[in-house]
């Protein structure tokens, strides 16, 4: 990188958090600039929705795609370039939808086929593009294959499963543990057998050994495809495939959170099979599609192991999303800085994806033991200016740009998650981070018109909602909004990404250069104030601040107080 000019700093700057006038004056892209493009997903914003949690059109509990597409304004004005919608395919809900029972179709509490038809519509003439969940490890046990698979030893659908004996002395094949509780096996009585599922029981897992069910599968993808979806999100991709040996996976000293033994997933994840899999899948099916991608749920601990995700000639997923940073505790620049950098210098020149929330996690704001001083809000700021500055494409969740926090259950009865009800109280499953959007201060925040929500609405919402932060220049929603309209606009936030003042084990610092334009973020993720020096931050001039939280510039540099951040133009 060029070396950064140190000049004297000129009078104290003066500093502003973002304002309205600041959001109005930011430069109003069309919202789908990049669309004509087949790699309009490098500089996409992707937004993740929850579509039970978002809105509630017909007012039954559950929210639906016909509320989905009446929101459309609200994602174009935070800056939104696709959607990535968890699954509303038919589903008997045993995992609120990760349990397809038909990939065709459109589940009736969710809405029709049409009203997809219509989303997809209104999503282009708004410049957003709309991308499934194709849920590829397992179908539900109520899908006509499995229906069809259990019914007895011959039937054709018998191998779209994995059945097998189980040992002489009745026990299961071999010793995989379900990663929702309990062994991977169930015996069936109709044929004595058993069949594998890592998941729950009701979401036995698919034999992709077999020809046929990569057929049906691809032709089930392609069907969406056809429809005008810009391509999907592969749900735990790395389950595809398993030892046909069947060997034990190695035991660790733990206990799982339902009492069994903890054990190494090595002989049922991650084989080598799931990426020439995934070949295929790219060539025959995505492809023939211009523009239309794959996004991985590609939880694996290193980069390397993310980075075969992408493929030896980048001929994989687009965008395997490098979730272990959401594992970090607690999260520090010293833990950051290397999975970060080792990502972005991926050896394939793969285009890094991050997300920090998700349906499956703790929201950011609750997720942290936060610093003495600062508020979940805080955390979310960080957390935001983090993901919107960093060299990749970022994924947010429904209400992270709110702050949403979780709102768990406080009685096992309460809990709807299955996990949940089994894993109480080590495991409270996941109801805390899928509670419904917060649109307005009204009735259950403006979800519905009053019926009682799947799920209960956060605590918070009569002040925490898109109404009320629209209004206030210091909300979160106004953060995100106006660095996503920087991100979109300043060609630095595109260009090249630089870590300086790498040995600092608090401050994670970094610049990003392109089109003549330098921006610089620094980041204290510490409980301790920090102070740094301009040289320290590879010198260079700072000139208009794009954001900023508990932080100051002054005559000797930067000084932020924990979990104090900054973004500035450099000149
Ligand atoms: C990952 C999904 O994100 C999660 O919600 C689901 O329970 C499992 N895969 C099983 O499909
Ligand atoms: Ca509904």
């Given at each position: 990188m060029r070396k950064l000019v140190t000049g004297a700093m000129a009078t104290a700057l003066a500093l502003v958090t973002t304002t309205p006038a600041a959001i109005a004056a930011a430069p109003t892209m069309?919202?789908?600039?990049?669309?004509?493009?087949?790699?309009?997903?490098?500089?996409a914003v992707i937004y993740e929705l929850y579509p039970r949690s978002f809105a509630d059109s017909n007012n039954d509990g559950i929210g639906d795609l016909k509320g989905v597409s009446q929101h459309l304004d609200y994602l174009a004005d935070l800056g939104v370039d696709a959607i990535w919608m968890t699954p509303m395919f038919p589903s008997p809900q045993a995992d609120f939808g990760y349990d397809v029972a038909d990939y065709d179709d459109v589940d009736p509490q969710f809405g029709t086929v049409a009203d997809a038809d219509q989303l997809i519509a209104a999503g282009k003439q708004k410049g957003i593009k709309l991308i499934l969940d194709f849920v590829i490890n397992h179908t539900s046990d109520k899908h006509p294959w499995f229906v069809q698979s259990r019914a007895n030893r011959t039937n054709p659908y018998r191998d779209f499963y994995i059945w097998r004996d189980g040992k002489a002395d009745g026990t299961p094949p071999n010793n995989w543990s379900s990663i929702f509780g309990g062994p991977a096996w169930d015996k069936d009585p109709v044929t004595g057998q058993y069949y594998y599922h890592f998941f729950y029981p009701q979401q036995p897992d698919l034999n992709w050994r077999n020809p046929k069910v990569e057929k049906a599968m691809f032709d089930a993808a392609e069907w969406w495809l056809k429809r005008g979806v810009y391509g999907y999100r592969l749900d735990a991709v790395g389950t595809m495939f398993e030892r046909e040996d069947l060997k034990d996976n190695p035991l660790t000293s733990g206990k799982d959170a339902f009492g069994l033994a903890e054990q190494n997933r090595i002989y049922n994840t991650e084989l080598p099979e799931v990426h020439i899999e995934l070949q295929r899948l790219r060539q025959q099916v995505i492809d023939r599609y211009p523009g239309r991608i794959l996004i991985g749920e590609t939880y694996v601990g290193t980069s390397a192991e993310l980075t075969k995700f992408y493929g030896a000639r980048n001929d994989e997923v687009q965008l395997p999303m490098f979730l272990s940073l959401i594992g970090i505790r607690p999260l520090t620049a010293d833990q950051l800085r290397p999975r970060i950098e080792a990502v972005e210098n991926n050896p394939v020149g793969g285009w890094p994806c991050f997300a920090l929330n998700n349906h499956d996690q703790r929201r950011v704001p609750s997720r942290y033991v936060l610093?003495?001083?600062?508020t979940g809000d805080d955390m979310a700021r960080i957390t935001a200016a983090l993901l919107l500055t960093l060299r990749g494409t970022p994924i947010l969740y429904y209400g992270e740009e709110l702050g949403m926090q979780n709102n768990d259950p406080k009685r096992v009865e309460d809990v709807q998650d299955i996990i949940g009800k089994k894993g109480w109280p080590n495991e409270k499953g996941r109801d805390g981070e899928r509670t419904p959007m917060q649109w307005d201060a009204s009735v259950n925040a403006g979800f519905n018109s009053g019926a009682k929500p799947w799920l209960p609405v956060g605590p918070d919402y009569a002040t925490r909602n898109v109404t009320a932060e629209r209004k206030d220049s210091n909300s979160v929603l106004n953060f995100y909004r106006s660095l996503i309209a920087e991100r979109r606009s300043n060609p630095a936030l595109a260009g090249d990404m630089m870590m300086v003042d790498?040995?600092?084990?608090?401050v994670l610092s970094y610049v990003r250069t392109g089109g003549g334009k330098r921006v610089l973020t620094v980041l204290n993720f510490s409980g301790n104030p920090a102070d740094l020096t301009l040289a320290q931050l590879g010198g260079g001039k700072p000139g208009r601040v794009i954001a900023k939280n508990r932080a100051d510039l002054n005559a000797a540099g930067v000084h932020l107080a924990p979990l104090g951040l900054l973004v500035v133009e450099l000149s």
């Open positions: 069309p919202v789908n600039a990049a669309s004509a493009k087949d790699d309009w997903w490098k500089s610093p003495a001083g600062t790498r040995g600092n084990s608090n």
